[in-house]
């Protein structure tokens, strides 16, 4: 049977700081969706990158090329992707936060579609 499935990544990003954040995929499948969210108010400060890790490599997927990262302000955009996971395959995103003096929060949803079981 056939499911869908959404893997939420959220935080509140202090000034300077960035980190990765990961998860495992509930399911083998696809990855359908990426909905990246920044709020108004991040002014081209925080940005965020995502991807996931097939074997030992990583797999850059908004933006497409490694070690760049995409910031935008008062923006949801939600992109149609393709892109196959295995059941307990890592999904990451990269957030940074270049604002000296704000916190910003910044989300990333993903949305799989597959099998649960295999």
Partial sequence: MTVSREVIFQRVMLPGTG?????????AGHIKQIIRHWPDGTNGLADIAVGHKTLSQDIWLLPSEVDIYVSLNDATPVVNVEEEISLGGELWVIFRNADAVNNHYLAVTFVLE???NG
């Fill in 19 to 27: 980190m990765r954040l990961s998860k495992p995929s509930p399911l």
């Fill in 114 to 116: 597959g099998k649960i």
